[in-house]
């Protein structure tokens, strides 16, 4: 057999350079958002050439959109939240789910990237909205069966992305390092009339 036969597939070590590049992306874009961060930046930082950045993913914002990608979707655990207790403490185990979700170190830098970029990137303010609105939250009130399920999706998830500019960007003390269960315990409410209470909307209002 000639020393070239019967190879297939990406030269060896391929996946372990698309690693590196991902796992520096994940750390730009969480430090300096989309438009702070360039191909050659991030290839640097990964010990490769910017051809290979290219090779891997083609543009920046395919390569945002990959680094960006949850490592698991988080929907799945929904049906599991609203079984798992009393219906009038739904909002504050959904608040300590997502915080706990968020605070994991193979996470973390995907949510910071992707809030750090949303008031910039159109791509990343839709990933922003994918990560709550019409994400976990839209499949949690959808459950729920309430008529409006999408107004109170949106309304929660605001909350929730407040949450995660103050925590995760501006690192807004002490709300950056109180736990997930203090969390939860002081914005389960809130999120909980969302979720399940009266929003006040007028008498007929067909989101009512």
């Known amino acids: 057999m000639s020393p070239g036969a019967g190879r297939t597939g990406r030269r060896p070590g391929s996946e372990d350079t698309r690693g590196r590049i991902l796992d520096a992306a994940r750390a730009a874009f969480g430090e300096r958002g989309y438009d702070g961060v ?3 930046q991030i290839a640097a930082d990964a010990g490769v050439d910017p051809a ?3 090779h891997y993913f083609g543009t920046k914002q395919r390569l945002f959109v990959a680094a960006t990608r949850f490592p698991f979707d988080p929907r799945e655990a929904i049906a599991g939240l609203v079984a798992d207790g009393p219906p009038d403490r739904l909002g504050e185990r959904f608040v300590r789910f997502v915080i706990a979700l968020w605070d994991r170190p193979d996470v973390r830098p995907t949510v ?3 809030v750090r970029s949303a008031t910039t990137d159109p791509g990343a303010a839709a990933m922003a909205r994918r990560l709550l609105a019409e994400g976990p939250l839209l499949a949690l009130t959808t459950l729920i069966r309430l008529p409006d399920a999408e107004l109170r999706a949106a309304l929660a998830s605001s909350q929730l992305m ?8 501006l ?14 315990a002081a914005v389960g409410p809130v999120v909980q009339r969302y979720l399940t209470g009266d929003l006040g909307l007028p008498a007929g209002d067909p989101r009512g």
């Open 38 to 40: 360039s191909i050659r």
């Open 52 to 54: 290979l950045v290219h």
């Open 112 to 114: 910071t990237g992707v």
């Open 162 to 169: 407040g949450i995660a500019f103050a925590r995760y960007v």
């Open 171 to 184: 690192a807004v003390e002490p709300l950056a390092s109180i736990s997930p269960d203090e969390l939860g």
